[in-house]
């Protein structure tokens, strides 16, 4: 099974409220991952968790704040975002090793109205 | 420092058409490298891997990527395009050992199939 769930799909939100994409994985997987995708460009890493611990913070601002509560879970939680921080946000997991595959949720389509 | 060219934005093929996405990789360590397949409104989902070993990596939906040190090169090729081949292809290296898992991504080639 290599399957990474995320919810919502879609999400709306305003500038002033606070929501949180939630990101579930059941392969044992000890690395998981934000990613933020807009139309037509490649995924862009945004934190990275490595044994629940954050090991990467791609210089993201902090209208974004990661959580991993157990070796299963990621959420993102989001509060003051911009019209521009609209996109696909992509939820992933892999074992924690160089070279490892990283497998991707289906993402969150988030809009900021 | 790792990087990943794709060359050409978007390809059009006809069905039954050989498809041929081309990647071109730079890594100052052996490189593993990746090619995924995003369909519309969807995730990205792995195609194939080389990691070592056999140069000629065979994939999902007949899918299969030849891997050339000596081009540095890792081009996705199928021997017969489908109408649901129709999507955007990303091929990716993993960044460098103390980088954790951290991909570095091609900027992705639309493939278009006509009928």
């Known amino acids: 099974d290599t399957e990474v769930t995320q919810t919502p799909k879609h999400l709306v939100m305003g500038m002033t409220n606070k929501k949180s994409l939630k990101c579930e994985q059941h392969?044992?997987?000890?690395?998981m991952y934000w990613y933020k995708q807009k139309a037509k460009k490649p995924p862009e890493l945004m934190f990275v968790y490595s044994y629940e611990k954050l090991s990467i913070n791609e210089s993201v601002p902090s209208r974004f704040s990661p959580e991993c509560p157990n070796s299963s879970l990621l959420n993102l939680h989001l509060h003051a975002l911009q019209p521009e921080d609209s996109a696909l946000y992509l939820c992933?997991?892999?074992?924690?090793?160089?070279?490892?595959?990283?497998?991707f949720g289906e993402g969150s389509w988030l809009t900021v109205v | 420092a790792q990087s990943v060219t794709q060359l050409g934005s978007h390809v059009s093929v006809s069905e039954g058409a050989l498809v041929l996405l081309r990647c071109n990789y730079s890594s100052s360590v052996p490189p593993y490298l990746f090619w995924y397949v995003q369909y519309p409104n969807q995730g990205l989902q792995l195609l194939l891997k080389?990691?070592?070993?056999?140069?000629l990596v065979k994939g999902i939906n007949g899918f299969e990527a030849e891997f050339k040190k000596s081009e540095t090169s890792f081009h996705l090729t199928k021997p017969s395009a489908h109408m649901s081949d129709a999507a955007e292809y990303f091929c990716a290296v993993s960044a460098s050992y103390n980088q954790g898992g951290k991909l570095i991504f091609g900027q992705g080639t639309e493939l278009s199939v006509k009928p």
């Open positions: 992933a997991s892999s074992q924690v090793f160089f070279g490892n595959t990283i497998y």
């Open positions: 392969m044992g997987h000890r690395a």
């Open positions: 080389y990691t070592t070993g056999a140069t």
